[in-house]
């Protein structure tokens, strides 16, 4: 977790946070900025992703020290961090024949 803390202080210092957001802590970026950040900063790789609506792409970002990162990525080349935690555990579950 304290890599996350890393990645958002550094965020922080660099990147506005949306005006008037509901969450008050959501950072954002030019996309190619946050995948570089994540993955040549931090070690994260893209373990997941899917459409959230015609304009929005949600997506799961992961290290291996097990933190994650919940990116939401825009049609405009935006990205922003809504959510970051530990302990990732990624889930093979068995076909429900």
Do not use: F, H
């Not at 990147?15 to 996309?31: H, K, N, Q, T, W």
């Amino acid at each position: 977790m304290l890599g996350r803390l890393t990645l958002s202080l550094s965020l922080l210092a660099t990147l506005p946070a949306v005006a008037g957001s509901p969450i008050a802590e959501v950072l954002c970026a030019p996309r190619a900025e946050m995948v570089q950040r994540l993955t040549v900063q931090y070690g994260s790789r893209l373990a997941g992703m899917g459409v959230r609506n015609v304009e929005m792409v949600m997506e799961i970002w992961t290290d291996p020290r097990g933190d994650w990162t919940l990116v939401q990525s825009y049609t405009d080349g935006k990205s922003c961090i809504l959510a970051m935690g530990e302990a990732w555990e990624a889930l093979t579950l068995p076909d429900p024949a």
